[in-house]
Antibody, heavy 124, light 107 residues
Framework: QVRLQESGPGLVKPSQTLSLTCTVS??????????WNWLRQPPGKGLEWIGY???????YYNPSLKSRLTLSVDTSKNQFSLRLTSVTAADTAVYYC????????????????WGQGTLVTVSS | EIVLTQSPGTLSLSPGERATLSCRAS???????LAWYRQKPGQAPRLLIY???SRATDIPDRFSGSGSGTDFTLTISGLEPEDFAVYYC????????FGQGTKLEIK
C-alpha cells in the first residue's frame, strides 16, 4: 500500500521561499500510473489544489499560484517537491501531497491517496 | 474558475438519520467530474465518491452521490458516529476547485 509523507520547515519568514518534499513509499513515481499533487488547507478553512507533476516532469499549476510556484520530481529518490516563492501570511496552511491515477492519458483529477499533511506557518 | 457552493453550512442530525448535502457549481461541470470527501479533525480528507456517483474503494453503500450539470448531492443513509465530520465537494472538469465544506454535527 502506498504511503506519502510530507517533510520540510514548519516556519518560514514572509517574503522567503517555502520548500516541501513528499516521499513516496510502497509504489514507484516512475511507473507512470499516477500524477503527483500538492494541496493545502489554511487553518479552519477549506481545501485548495496547488498543482501536479508527472514523472516525466510535465506540470499543471493552479493559475492563482503559477507565478510563484515550481514543482519538481526526483525519480531516483522517489520524491517530488514544491517550491513557493515570496510567501505571505496567506500561505500559512497544512500542505498535503496526494496522488491521482492516470486515466485515458490524463489526470483523473480526484484523490484517493493522501499524506498526513504538514503545517507551514509564515511568520517573522 | 468554477466556484462550488455547498449547503447547508452546518447540518445537525442524530445517528441513524439520513443526511442530504448539496453542492452547486457556478457553471456546468464537465462529464460529471465531481468528487466528495469526508474530513475528520486532524486528518487528511478521504475520498468517498468520484464521477458524481461512483463509490471509492472500501466506501460503504450508505454513501451515495447523484447529480449532473451544476447540481450535485451526497446522501448518507443511516448516519454512523464516524460520519460526523466535514464534507467537501470537488470538481475536476476544469482545473480543480473545492467547495467551502458542510459540517455534519451530532444533534
Amino acid at each position: 500500500q502506498v504511503r506519502l509523507q510530507e517533510s520540510g520547515p514548519g516556519l518560514v519568514k514572509p517574503s522567503q521561499t517555502l520548500s516541501l518534499t513528499c516521499t513516496v513509499s510502497g509504489g514507484s513515481i516512475s511507473s507512470g500510473d499516477y500524477y503527483w499533487n500538492w494541496l493545502r488547507q489554511p487553518p479552519g478553512k477549506g481545501l485548495e489544489w496547488i498543482g501536479y507533476i508527472y514523472y516525466s516532469g510535465s506540470t499543471y499549476y493552479n493559475p492563482s499560484l503559477k507565478s510563484r510556484l515550481t514543482l519538481s520530481v526526483d525519480t531516483s529518490k522517489n520524491q517530488f517537491s514544491l517550491r513557493l516563492t515570496s510567501v505571505t501570511a496567506a500561505d500559512t496552511a497544512v500542505y498535503y501531497c496526494a496522488r491521482d491515477r492516470r486515466l485515458y492519458y490524463d489526470s483523473s483529477g480526484y484523490y484517493p491517496d493522501w499524506g498526513q499533511g504538514t503545517l507551514v506557518t509564515v511568520s517573522s | 474558475e468554477i466556484v462550488l457552493t455547498q449547503s447547508p453550512g452546518t447540518l445537525s442530525l442524530s445517528p441513524g438519520e439520513r443526511a442530504t448535502l448539496s453542492c452547486r457549481a457556478s457553471q456546468s461541470v464537465t462529464s460529471s467530474s465531481l468528487a466528495w470527501y469526508r474530513q475528520k479533525p486532524g486528518q487528511a480528507p478521504r475520498l468517498l465518491i468520484y464521477g458524481a456517483s461512483s463509490r471509492a474503494t472500501d466506501i460503504p453503500d450508505r454513501f451515495s452521490g447523484s447529480g449532473s450539470g451544476t447540481d450535485f448531492t451526497l446522501t448518507i443513509s443511516g448516519l454512523e458516529p464516524e460520519d460526523f465530520a466535514v464534507y467537501y465537494c470537488q470538481q475536476y472538469g476544469s482545473s480543480r476547485t473545492f467547495g467551502q465544506g458542510t459540517k455534519l454535527e451530532i444533534k
